[in-house]
């Protein structure tokens, strides 16, 4: 009995021996034997609908991307608010959060080839359009003692396009007066001014107004970050058409890249 079953083990030990044996699997690192890829497991992972998954990928993703953009504009409102009514310790707070929020890494999860497009702002819609017009009329009132409600005004009207209206081919546009507004003596919101600015040519990278400029300057003499600053200066070198606007930019990359 004794010598069967030692025989038993020899033969065991030589047929486990036989069996050659891979590292593991690509995916889970299961062991696996020679010449596959996969365990049996993630063989049947693998033959999946590719493109179901690649699409609830990008649906997933783009609530990512939508929840990180309501989270900056409700605090931007937030600021807003508490400037109106003139509760400046709770603006202190609020624009802490902010400027702590910016500073989160915000990571792309696609390639660029397979990146989610935004909403495009290509479509004419006569609503926003007179949402616009009505929102410059009121920004461009000149009367000092009405002018930060006029502002006021004028900010609600632009914020409706981006909201209501993102394909709207004013939307890149309002994102710009918007941010100017933002940025108006009158308010005196940096980190919103910012955030419009940057809005403005993500919706448009094509568009005219100088808005990755803006934007620098806004991070460089307001927001003291000057990393963004040089970003948004270096972008503006390849967009920005204006001759006064490119000169400053070359002198202020000369200084922040010497610092």
Known sequence: ????????????????????WAASCERCYERIADGQKFCEACTLNESRDL???????GQIINTIKSSRESYNNALTELIQFYMDIGYHLRVQKARKELKALN??????YLTTKEDVLD??????????????????????????TSRKSKLLYAAARFKKILDEYPESDKADDAAYELAGVYENHHFKDY??????????????????????FKAARVYDNHLGN???AVRHYEMA?????????LKITNERLDVLRNQ
Do not use: W
């Open 103 to 108: 500073k989160v890494p915000q990571l792309k």
């Open 51 to 57: 493109s179901a998954m690649k699409s609830s990928e």
């Open 1 to 20: 009995m004794r010598n069967i079953i030692i025989l038993s083990i020899i033969v065991s030990l030589f047929s486990i021996s036989s069996f050659t």
């Open 191 to 212: 980190e919103g001014s910012a955030f419009y600015y940057v809005k403005c040519y993500e919706l448009n990278p094509h568009t005219d107004r100088p808005a990755r």
């Open 119 to 144: 909403i495009s702002p290509t479509k004419n819609i006569e609503d926003a359009n007179i949402l616009f017009q009505d929102g410059k009329n009121y920004k461009n009132v000149l009367n000092l």
């Open 226 to 228: 000057y990393a963004e």
């Open 237 to 245: 070198l390849e967009t920005c058409k204006e001759t006064v606007y």
